[in-house]
């Protein structure tokens, strides 16, 4: 549909960029907002370095794991490990706030404009800074809900209890500024007890995480719901004046978010496209006359509007 000739620069600086995009923003009838990793990350939600260290020096030192990601897929020695490792990556990443406030002032820009949100992330900060649920598809499953590992029915459940008690069984007491937080002088157990992990209610396998890995991600009735609002939504508003605002979306799931709005753009007359992104801010040739790009951090871009 697209040639492989990319805007990846035009002919204004970037500031004249960000006031483009604040104009498109400010004339457009309906928002549609396509949100990648990188916006979480630009909220500082980290999955290497110094927040990754606090959190699991043990588990890096036993496994030599690089980075939380990747840590996720280890096939640990019993459940109990394996809820250890999981329990502190859905605490920090689903029940602590992000370190600083991108959501917030994304919200503060969209909130009196008829919105949508379509997300790959799975870390609940579009609700968590105040947008409204009912206005948001999140496509891959959420940290905060279980799901039947086989699966053997279309439910999830809510995992928040039981996450905070594996994080109490390890020997933490509290968190701090992304941080779990032990007694002082002691160490954090890398199991849970037996009797914490999770199995389903139904067949008695073990829950494994609602998030999209492979063929056994459950669509329960609220992605559905959800899918159903954004394709209502895409419906009213295909002839109206629409900015389609893309943030921080790479090339993992291009088809989700990137590819979709890129067409939708192309198809639909007064629709416009805006890409933040922090070095991979681009679009078609085809759509140079309806786009913005602006590379950058989303946070430091937003803050500019």
Known sequence: MFSNRKTTTFTEGCWDKVQRFGQLLQEAEA??????????????????GQRFEDNFSDF??????????????????????????????????????????????LYDLVKEKDYFILTTNVDHCFQKAGFDKNRLFYTQGDF???QCSRPCHERTYDNESVIRKMIKAQGFVTEREGKLILPEGMTAEMTVPEELVPYCPVCGEPMAMNLRADSTFVEDEGWHLASQ????????????????????VGFNTPSIIKYNFWRMVQEWKDA????????????PGELREKSVCINGDIGEILNQL
């Open 144 to 146: 905060g809900l279980f």
């Open 31 to 48: 928002v549609i907002i396509g949100a990648g990793a990188g916006l979480s990350a630009s909220a500082g939600f980290t999955y290497t």
């Open 272 to 283: 416009s496209y805006v890409c933040l992104n922090h070095g991979e801010a681009f679009a």
């Open 229 to 248: 609002r954004y394709t209502k939504f895409l419906q009213r508003h295909q002839k109206g004046k629409v900015l389609f605002l893309e943030l921080a």
């Open 60 to 105: 890096i030192k036993k496994y030599g794991f690089r980075d939380m990601y990747s840590g996720g897929f280890h096939h640990f020695e019993s459940l109990e490990e394996h809820w250890a490792y999981w329990s502190r990556y859905i605490c920090i990443n689903r029940y602590m706030d992000a370190p600083k406030p991108v959501y917030h002032t």
